[in-house]
C-alpha cells in the first residue's frame, strides 16, 4: 500500500489554479480519482504520470486543473486494486475576505475624512 497522498497547490495560470496529487510506494500502477465537494468526477481534466522508484514501486503525480475563482472542496484518491484499499487527500480552496477587506478600507476613509479627526503634516 502506498504512503498517504498529499495536494499541493501549484499557483495560478491565467484564469486556472493546477492541484498536484503525489504519493509515494505504489505496486501495481494505482488508478487516481480526482473528485469535487459535490462528488463529480474531474477524471476528464486529469493529467496522471506513473515514474518508477529504485525498488521497483510507483511514484505517482496527478493534476488538474481549477477556475481561480472556484469555492470548493477537492479530493485525490487513489487506488490499490489488488489489495482493494484506498488513500485520499482533501484541499479546501477558501474566497478572499472581500468584503470584510472593503469594509475596513471604507470605515478608515471615513475617519480621514471626518471634520473632528485632525491631522498634522511636519
Not at 515514474?51 to 472542496?73: A, R, T
Not at 480552496?93 to 478600507?105: C, L, M, Q, S, V
Request: glycine share 6%; charged share 25%; aromatic share 6%.
Amino acid at each position: 500500500m502506498g504512503q498517504q497522498p498529499w495536494i499541493v497547490m501549484e499557483g495560478q495560470m491565467g484564469t486556472s489554479i493546477r492541484l498536484d496529487c503525489r504519493s509515494e510506494g505504489w505496486y501495481p500502477e494505482p488508478p487516481i480519482l480526482w473528485v469535487n465537494g459535490d462528488g463529480v468526477n474531474m477524471m476528464a481534466q486529469q493529467e496522471t504520470t506513473y515514474q518508477p522508484d529504485d525498488q521497483g514501486l510507483f511514484i505517482v503525480s496527478s493534476s488538474i486543473e481549477i477556475s481561480k475563482h472556484s469555492l470548493n472542496k477537492y479530493t485525490c484518491l487513489i487506488n490499490n486494486v489488488i489489495l482493494k484499499e484506498s488513500r485520499e487527500a482533501h484541499i479546501q480552496i477558501a474566497a478572499k475576505k472581500k468584503k470584510a477587506t472593503e469594509a475596513k478600507k471604507k470605515k478608515a476613509t471615513e475617519e480621514v475624512t471626518d471634520p473632528n479627526v485632525m491631522i498634522a503634516l511636519n
